[in-house]
């Protein structure tokens, strides 16, 4: 089965009902995208096919139908995605755990609507959760990525 990440062709050998997240992390070695619930209650696990938030635990491989990126395609380190200079901007990473997932969300929500007011940040992001309760932080983030998009 082939299937593009990150920019990046792959060829793997995995059976058609292994979920996305595990042909990422395990097939691979793509880390940065988590297991949170397993039952895509949490959004840790949400990455972008053809730009669109989808949760990676739910989406069989069989299934995909488009380009993948994950975290370690949004930015590079020379040059975060708005969304990740804003999130280091606002400090908004208390244990990171389900940062990737929140800044995935946030990115594709944002190409959908580029000027969100804060009742649609909160319903946008309210599939990702954060244990640390960041949730200020990422509301404020995702309106100076909102800004900062603007901008470009």
């Not at 992390?25 to 039952?39: A, F, H, P, Q, S």
């Not at 096919?49 to 949760?55: I, L, Q």
């Amino acid at each position: 089965m082939k299937l593009t990440v990150n920019g990046t062709e792959h060829e793997v050998d995995v059976e058609p009902d292994m979920p996305l997240l595990w042909v990422l992390r395990d097939e691979l070695g793509i880390t940065g995208v988590k297991y949170g619930c397993g039952i895509a209650q949490c959004g840790a696990c949400t990455v972008h096919v053809d730009g669109v938030a989808v949760r990676s635990c739910q989406l069989a491989a069989a299934d995909l139908d488009g380009e993948v990126t994950t975290i370690e395609g949004l930015g590079t380190p020379e040059t975060l995605h708005a969304v990740q200079q804003a999130w280091v901007e606002h400090q908004v990473a208390q244990c990171g755990y389900c940062q990737s997932g929140q800044m995935m969300q946030a990115a594709s929500f944002l190409d959908l609507n580029p000027e969100p007011s804060d009742d649609q940040i909160d319903a946008a992001m309210s599939g990702n959760l954060c244990r640390c309760g960041t949730y200020p932080r990422i509301r404020a983030a995702v309106k100076t990525a909102a800004t900062k998009l603007q901008e470009v």
